[in-house]
């Protein structure tokens, strides 16, 4: 449907969303589904999201295939085969575009194309938006599914013009291989993408050099092809594997121990430790002890134990010394999983610079200056991390209410109410947004439940007539405050430097970007803020004269949050099983 304002072409629209990963992919299938006109926009050329452009060797999910997957269409879920223990970069793009056929989605994206600035009318109580192609559409909502991890972020090193060789950073890897046989290749960063890649490539590289800026713990990822048993077997608990991890804490269905690390003798300390390490993966923080992720001196033993198996791997001891961790306690930063990484430091063709000693000065024709020493290379490769969570929204010009820029607004940091609302943004919802769980649970389960929360909103805004809903200042205020302190109880704030806090651009920490009282409670809250009527919200019904919903709302206090986050009953599971046959 199209009309004609101020001379130019203006598509109307209900809803626009932007990307085409997880979550933008099942908000367009339920927003249609509900009934609703989508567009939505993705500038790469296909569906998959991050996975699109994140292809280097060795590019590999660290949640386990049986949970890095849609749960809302048990079909799907039940015709699906993964291959491995957990999917490797190109095994996801599959799935996603798999996902897309299936439920015909392409239909409603335009690939290769950005969204350049979004800003809401408030005569009319809509988004103006225009496309990097210079279509302009007019959108009662404007619904962000852009990801947390997509926009990838390169240090500007002087020179880097003037290298003569190829550098590439992960999140933007090219579409054709790359030999690394007979190079010499520098690999900037050792976070997970950075072990991931480092790994692959000290298997050809005439050298390989890493440059560590801090030093990373990592986790055995103990990949394995998947037994077809286990994959049936679970695929028959498909109901109850799913309630379980809707309401897990990280959005994954394991056994979470509620045993404290000092509640049990040193040689059952040692040993669930042990054993964790050997099956490998997330279940080493969440299936040992129920106090590593909050209590110091548990920390430590942990932090201990992982830093005893580094000095059992790495002969070296300069090197060894160099790539233990001792700055931070253990997840405080995100934990890469890893195969073989400290083994790669054994190798002849591996070397390490530490650039808290030798920080890069430079890039010249030939390498890099780091300290003193220029280092030759053929390939230097960023794996500099992401502007996370900000990045894919600041860089579309959203302006709401009054010219408010967005990008001002979160000056001192990314904040939304329940990671969805933003005050003086009305009709705007971020999926994954900062405050909610979306960068510290499992992505689909939690893409799903922020999907679904927001396609049931807008249904409930048109049945009841609204045209507008808000954040109020309040609620978010106070939304705020219980993340923060939920945070402090972790160990998030004590990383040296982090993309939770966009402390990895350097700059000043922001306040932790997540609510950590775990997916399935954070669930719970958005339920009932839903089930009372998003009262807690601004609203505006269609023909009244005025925002009557400024006396509409009550701000939830601390006290609110906490009282409904409490552990679901099996019969609220069951009928909140029922509730979600609208989805399938
Ligand atoms: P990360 O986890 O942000 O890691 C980036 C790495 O690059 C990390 O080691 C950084 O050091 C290092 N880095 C960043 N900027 C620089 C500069 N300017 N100089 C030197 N080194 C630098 O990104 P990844 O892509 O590995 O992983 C992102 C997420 O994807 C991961 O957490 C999973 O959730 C999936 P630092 O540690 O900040 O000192």
């Not at 949970?67 to 809302?72: A, R």
Request: aromatic share 12%; proline share 6%.
């Amino acid at each position: 449907m199209g009309s004609v304002t101020n001379g130019n072409a203006v598509t109307e629209t209900d809803v626009v969303v932007v990307g085409a990963g997880f979550s933008g992919l099942y908000v367009v299938h339920s927003l249609a589904k509900l009934g609703f006109n989508v567009r939505a926009f993705e500038k790469a050329p296909d569906v998959g999201g991050t996975w699109y452009w994140n292809r280097y060797p060795g590019a590999r999910c660290d949640s386990e295939s049986l949970t890095y997957c849609y749960t809302f269409d048990e079909q799907l879920f039940k015709d699906w085969v993964w291959s491995e223990r957990y999917p490797s970069g190109p095994e996801v793009l599959k799935y996603l575009r798999h996902v897309a056929d299936r439920f015909n989605l392409r239909r409603y994206f335009q690939f290769e194309t950005a969204i350049q600035s979004a800003v809401y009318d408030e005569a009319v109580r809509r988004w103006t938006i225009t496309a990097s192609t210079g279509e302009v559409l007019s959108a009662r909502f404007f619904v962000t599914a852009v990801g947390n991890l997509s926009v990838p972020a390169t240090p500007t090193v002087p020179g880097i013009d003037t290298f003569q060789g190829q550098w590439l950073h992960t999140g933007r890897w090219p579409l054709e291989p790359i030999d690394f046989t007979g190079k010499r290749v520098a690999v900037i960063g050792t976070g997970s993408s950075g072990v991931q890649v480092i790994q692959e490539i000290a298997k050809t590289a005439d050298h390989l050099t890493v440059f560590q800026r801090t030093p990373t713990f990592t986790i055995p990822l103990r990949n394995l092809p998947l037994d077809p048993d286990v994959q049936r077997l679970w695929k028959s608990n498909y109901r109850e594997l799913t309630k379980k991890s809707r309401y897990s804490d990280g959005g994954l269905p394991f056994f979470v121990s509620e045993k404290p690390l000092k509640g049990v003798s040193a040689e059952e300390q040692k040993e669930g430790l042990e054993r964790a390490w050997g099956i490998g993966g997330f279940r080493f923080l969440f299936g040992t002890f129920c106090d590593i992720g909050s209590d110091h001196e548990a920390n430590k033993v942990a932090a201990d134990f992982v830093r005893g198996k580094i000095a059992d791997i790495v002969k070296d001891p300069a090197t060894r010394e160099t790539l233990t961790p001792t700055a931070y306690p253990l997840g405080a930063k995100r934990i890469p999983l890893d195969t073989a990484y400290f083994q790669v430091y054994n190798q002849d063709n591996v070397s390490l610079v530490n650039l808290q000693v030798d920080p890069i000065s430079k890039m010249t024709p030939k390498g890099l200056v780091a300290g003193t020493t220029e280092h030759e290379f053929d390939l230097v490769i960023f794996a500099t991390g992401f502007e996370a969570i900000t990045g894919p929204l600041l860089q579309m010009d959203i302006v709401g209410r009054g010219g408010q820029k967005l990008n001002d607004t979160w000056a001192d940091g990314p904040y939304a109410y329940m990671g969805v609302g933003v005050p003086g943004f009305p009709n705007l919802l971020t999926l994954g947004g900062p405050g909610g769980v979306g960068v510290i649970s499992n992505v689909p389960p939690t893409a799903e439940q922020a999907v679904e929360f927001a396609a049931e909103c807008i249904a409930y805004l048109r049945d009841h007539q609204i045209d507008e809903i808000e954040a109020t200042t309040e609620a978010t205020d106070l939304w705020n405050e219980h993340v923060r302190a939920m945070a402090q109880k972790t160990m998030y704030p004590y990383a040296p430097s982090s993309w939770y806090n966009g402390s990895n651009l350097g700059k000043k920490p922001r306040p932790f970007p997540a609510y950590t009282g775990g997916f399935g409670k954070y669930r719970r809250i958005c339920d009932a803020v839903a089930a009372e009527g998003y009262t807690s919200f601004k609203t505006h019904r269609q023909g009244d004269k005025e925002v009557t919903g400024e006396d509409n709302y009550k701000a939830h206090d601390p006290e609110w949050y906490i009282r409904v986050a409490s552990v679901p009953s099996n019969a609220e599971l069951a009928s909140w099983e029922g509730r979600s046959a609208m989805w399938t």
